[in-house]
């Protein structure tokens, strides 16, 4: 089993900067990739960005494409989501998965969840 523990949420003006991170323990050996996850208010979870551990490769939602950046410290089995230029549309719930096996979409099929860390983003 792998552990996720998210941190790093909070409340930010729009245009503001936050920076999340994500803590892996356990079998952090077998994971293929990470990546971050949100679900806002009344709406269904939807993908954010993955980075694959071993090698780096990144993939990102067009909502944050260019505004987020997904980045990994193998040492300390951690991956963070440096958020900038923040919106009131990027308020939620936002969550870290990993995915154990190679999947042919970054964005499904994840094993572990974590379980949240709230931003708020105020107009």
């Known amino acids: 089993q792998v552990q996720l523990v998210e941190s790093g949420g909070g409340l930010v003006q729009a245009g503001g900067s936050l920076r999340l991170s994500c803590a892996a323990s356990?079998?952090?050996?077998?994971?293929?990739?990470m990546g971050w996850f949100r679900q806002p208010p009344g709406k269904e979870r939807e993908f954010v960005a993955r980075i694959t551990w071993r090698v780096g490769s990144v993939y990102y939602a067009d909502s944050v494409k260019g505004r987020f950046t997904i980045s990994r410290d193998k040492a300390k089995n951690t991956v963070s989501l440096q958020m900038n230029s923040l919106k009131p549309e990027d308020t939620a719930v936002y969550y870290c998965?990993?995915?154990?096996?190679?999947?042919?979409?970054?964005?499904?099929?994840?094993?572990?969840w974590g379980q949240g860390t709230q931003v708020t983003v105020s107009s």
């Open positions: 356990g079998r952090t050996f077998s994971m293929y990739a």
């Open positions: 998965a990993t995915q154990l096996l190679v999947r042919p979409s970054p964005a499904a099929e994840y094993d572990y």
